[in-house]
Nanobody, 125 residues
C-alpha cells in the first residue's frame, strides 16, 4: 500500500529555513508526481509545489517561487521541500501527496488519493 511520511517541521523565526522530507513507499504506478500542500488554521488547503518523479520537472505556487525548492532522491525514495526566507504567513500544516501526474498538471487536487499525516511548520515574527 502507498505510504507517505513527512518529517522536518518545527518552529523557526521569520527569515529562517526549514527542510521538509516526504518518504514515499508502495507506489506501483509509473507516471506519478509528488506534491506539497499546506493548510493554515481556518483556511483551505492550498497547493505549494510538485515534482514529477521520472523527469524531475517541478512547479511552484507563485507565493513560494524563489523561496522554496522541491527535489527528489531516487535512491531514498524521498521528496524534500527546502523552505528559505520563511514568513509568518507560511505557518501551516504541510502535507505531501502522491498520485498520477495528470492530476497535478490539471490541478485536480481534490482527486489525489494518497496523503501523508502532515507536519507542522510555525514561523514566528
Amino acid at each position: 500500500q502507498v505510504q507517505l511520511v513527512e518529517s522536518g517541521g518545527g518552529l523557526v523565526q521569520a527569515g529562517g529555513s526549514l527542510r521538509l522530507s516526504c518518504a514515499v513507499s508502495g507506489v506501483i504506478f509509473s507516471n506519478y508526481a509528488v506534491g506539497w500542500f499546506r493548510q493554515a488554521p481556518g483556511k483551505e488547503r492550498e497547493y505549494v509545489s510538485r515534482i514529477i518523479w521520472t523527469s524531475g520537472s517541478t512547479n511552484y505556487a507563485d507565493f513560494v517561487k524563489g523561496r522554496f525548492i522541491i527535489s527528489r532522491d531516487n535512491a531514498k525514495n524521498t521528496v524534500s521541500l527546502q523552505m528559505n526566507s520563511l514568513k509568518p504567513e507560511d505557518t501551516a500544516v504541510y502535507y505531501c501527496a502522491v498520485d498520477l501526474v495528470v492530476k497535478f498538471v490539471t490541478g485536480n487536487f481534490n482527486e489525489l488519493h494518497y496523503w501523508g499525516q502532515g507536519t507542522q511548520v510555525t514561523v514566528s515574527s
